[in-house]
């Protein structure tokens, strides 16, 4: 039985090819949750397909939903509001999600809040590491965004973030994915490059620096994807046999993470050193990496810079990091009404 002080929210997560719920108590608490992978139903596709992904999302959000009461042993009244993700992400997906806990918000007569993926990914540092002060500078890296954002001390509400630096063409995530399939190693293509990776040799390639365009201060991950391809595949291009072995492959995904890694970590470290804080954060599916989690611990420690760094279950995409953003936002008095609106962006 909840004490009545207590809050506890129910979150719903559909933004991509992961549906998830939880119930969090007091913003910090996970009573239960529960995430639906559908890595298996998009694999044969090399990617995500949206279609594929709504109708996976619409079969497993609602049983998932009395699945965390039942595990919660706490019941709909008990709740003070409903939480989703609303952007950015597919937009058919994004909708499965926000339908859902318009319906159960108007029919248990609870407040709704929308969350930001984005916010949610960042949350996750906070849950993972109590003491994360703002202001602090915030490293998002997932299959969709890079951005590194400057979380000002006074950031109750929405929109607060600063964006100090993104991406110029593909995410970092999405850049993994890409390399893996040239590589020949598959999908989802993070864990399989970092798996490769292990047994490869960093200096092979000669890659450190591709993902730093001349302007000083964003990512690009388009250069290092071609150089990737010529290696891989030669002139003959994407349609092209692989042309290395296991060994060259593992040189090539311990090369191409380590030029990833590389520009994460010294961009994020730069804009904490210029902006003068002394916290970092880390988020993001990509966040789930260990040697780029290794990487930033390093360079921080060595900055004398402290930093927030999710468990990895917290890293890829999940509800708890909504429902602690949204208890946030539930404390800070910001709800929103029935005509929360989705955005892909
Ligand atoms: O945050 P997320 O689960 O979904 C989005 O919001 O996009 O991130 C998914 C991305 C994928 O591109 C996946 O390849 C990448 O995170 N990822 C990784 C690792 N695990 C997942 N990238 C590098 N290393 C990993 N271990
Ligand atoms: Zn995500």
């Known amino acids: 039985m909840p004490e009545t002080r207590d809050t506890l929210i129910l979150s719903l997560e559909s933004s991509c090819d992961e549906t998830a719920g939880a119930i969090l108590r007091n913003g910090r608490e996970v009573l239960s ?50 939480a989703a993700t609303n952007r950015p992400g597919l937009i058919g997906a994004l909708l499965v999600g926000v339908s859902a806990a318009k319906g159960l918000a108007l029919a248990w007569n609870k407040p709704l809040i ?7 990914h960042i949350a996750a540092a906070g849950l993972a590491e109590p003491e994360l002060a703002a202001p602090y500078v915030a490293l ?10 400057l ?9 607060g973030m600063v964006c100090l630096a993104s991406t110029l063409d593909d995410a970092a995530g999405e850049a993994f994915d890409k390399a893996a399939k040239l590589l020949g190693l598959g999908f989802p293509g993070g864990p399989r490059i970092e798996a490769a990776a292990r047994e490869g040799d960093r200096e092979a390639y000669a890659w450190r620096n591709a993902c730093l365009p001349p302007d000083g201060t964003n990512f690009s991950f388009s250069g290092l994807k071609t150089a990737v391809l010529y290696a891989a595949r030669g ?10 072995d296991a060994r060259g492959v593992a040189d090539a995904a311990a090369s191409f993470q380590e030029a990833v890694t590389h520009a994460l970590v010294s961009r994020t470290v730069r804009a904490a050193k210029e902006h003068g804080v002394r916290w970092l954060a880390l ?24 930093v927030a760094i999710p468990p990895m279950s917290l890293c890829t995409d999940n509800a708890v990091m909504i429902g602690a953003r949204a208890h ?10 029935l005509e929360l609106e989705t955005a892909a962006r």
């Open 33 to 82: 949750q529960f995430v639906a992978s559908q890595v298996d139903l998009h694999r044969a596709y090399g990617g995500v397909v949206p279609e594929v992904a709504c109708r996976a999302h619409m079969e497993c959000l609602l049983p998932g939903v009395e699945t965390l009461f039942r595990e919660a042993g706490v019941r709909p009244a008990d709740l003070a509001a409903v």
């Open 114 to 120: 929308g969350v930001d993926h984005i916010e949610g």
């Open 140 to 149: 998002v890296v997932s299959g969709g965004h890079t951005n590194v954002y």
């Open 151 to 159: 979380v000002p001390e006074d950031n109750p509400g929405r929109g």
């Open 235 to 244: 002139r003959a291009g994407r349609k092209g046999p692989l042309l290395l």
């Open 283 to 306: 988020g993001g599916g990509v966040a789930a990496n260990g040697y780029l989690r290794r990487a930033l611990r390093d360079e921080a420690e060595r900055r004398g810079l402290r």
């Open 328 to 337: 946030a936002l539930f404390m800070a008095g910001v709800t929103d009404g």
